[in-house]
């Protein structure tokens, strides 16, 4: 089981930017999806983005492609979510999550934002503003 604790949230400006970060222990292989989900008030939670640890690769939720950067430092064992030109829309509780499960594919291991991810964080708030 894999502890994971979220930072950075906060409230931004429509057009604005946040980064989360999300540090990882517990951890036992190096090989991971870690993610970020979030849910908005009154709605389902969703995914954002999801990286695999080893090969780096990445994936996007439609919303946010374009505006947000999930990217992994494996030596600070974190995670991190840049968002840029947030909306009101992007106002959410964001979790961050990790599973050993990771799809292998041509060009290496490769993460979904599947709702069964094994691990999650507390989450944090981001809270965008007209």
């Known amino acids: 089981q894999v502890r994971l604790v979220e930072s950075g949230g906060g409230s931004a400006q429509a057009g604005g930017s946040l980064k989360l970060s999300c540090v990882a222990s517990?951890?036992?292989?190096?090989?991971?999806?870690v993610a970020w989900f979030r849910q908005p008030p009154g709605k389902e939670r969703e995914g954002v983005a999801a990286i695999a640890t080893g090969s780096g690769r990445t994936h996007y939720a439609d919303s946010v492609k374009g505006r947000f950067t999930i990217s992994r430092d494996n030596t600070k064992n974190t995670l991190y979510l840049e968002m840029n030109n947030l909306r009101p829309e992007d106002t959410a509780m964001y979790y961050c999550?990790?599973?050993?499960?990771?799809?292998?594919?041509?060009?290496?291991?490769?993460?979904?934002?599947?709702?069964?991810?094994?691990?999650w964080g507390q989450g944090t708030q981001v809270t965008v503003s007209s």
């Open positions: 517990g951890y036992t292989v190096s090989s991971y999806c």
């Open positions: 999550a990790a599973d050993p499960l990771v799809s292998l594919g041509p060009g290496g291991g490769y993460c979904y934002t599947r709702p069964d991810y094994r691990d």
